[in-house]
Structures are given as C-alpha cells and as structure tokens.
C-alpha cells in the first residue's frame, strides 16, 4: 500500500501540474486566514455551508497543507483526494446557481480556475509527484 501512494513515474514535465496545483491551493488556503470575510468563513455564511467558522479554517487548513505537499511531491497522490473533494463541493455549492442563474457560458467562464484545479488534481492521482518529487526519492525511484 505504501508503494503504491509513492509511485510515480519519472516524468519531467509533471512538475508544472504540481505547480499549478500546489500554489493555488496554498495561496487560496492562506487567503481563508488572511481575509476571512470574504474567502473564508464570510464566504461559507454567504453560500449557506454550515458551520461556517469551523469550515472556513477546517478548508483552509487542508488547502495548505494539501498545497504544500504537492509543490514537495511528498505524498503527492494522498494529498490530491482531499482537493479533489474541496474542488467537488466548490463546484456544487457555487457553481450549480451561475448556471441556474446566469446559464452555461457564464458557468464556464466562471469556473475555468475550478476546472484546472479539478483535472490538475486528478492527474497527480492518477500519475504521482513525477520525476522532481520526494515520493520518487522515497520509492526507490532515481
């Protein structure tokens, strides 16, 4: 088990997906704490999530951390699951209305950030932290 959540090949170029990923979780992240009436607990009241103080750092936590070790490649693919579901949730909780509201091109326009971290995520499940990560070290890898 614990090679297969280490394994990766030795792809050079996926270290620009973990890029991607790993600083816009980690900047999105930080920003909860930073501001949180407008991208932390403020915004979880105005989309009508629950316990909105508990979730905002609860969600901003992971984000850092989730961040972090993407940009390390360290774990890479354990800590794409906990993205992947932030991303499912952000889809469900703010998406759904533009679409109802102001309908599929705005819907699309609005969610491209959304869409990168989704299929960004993904990949590193799928892949692993590629050729420049600590999980390729760790696995035996060179």
């Given at each position: 088990m614990y090679k297969r959540i280490l394994s990766t090949d030795h792809a050079k170029t996926t270290i620009l997906i973990r890029l991607m990923v790993g600083v816009v979780f980690l900047s999105e992240g930080l920003q909860?704490?930073?501001?949180?009436?407008s991208r932390g607990a403020g915004r979880f009241v105005k989309i009508g999530l629950p316990a909105p103080e508990f979730l905002g750092s609860f969600v901003g936590t992971f984000e850092?951390?989730?961040g972090i070790l993407v940009l390390l490649g360290l774990?890479?693919?354990?800590?794409?699951?906990?993205?992947?579901?932030?991303?499912?949730v952000a889809f469900a909780t703010t998406k759904s209305e533009v679409f109802l509201n102001d309908g599929f091109w705005e819907l699309l326009h609005g969610s491209r950030t959304?869409?990168?971290?989704?299929?960004g995520s993904i990949f590193l499940l799928i892949k692993g932290g590629?050729?420049?990560s600590i999980?390729?070290?760790?696995?035996?890898?060179k």
């Open positions: 909860k704490f930073l501001f949180p009436d850092i951390l989730c774990f890479t693919r354990l800590s794409s699951i906990p993205l992947l579901i932030i991303m499912l959304d869409w990168a971290m989704l299929l590629g050729a420049f999980d390729l070290k760790m696995s035996g890898g």
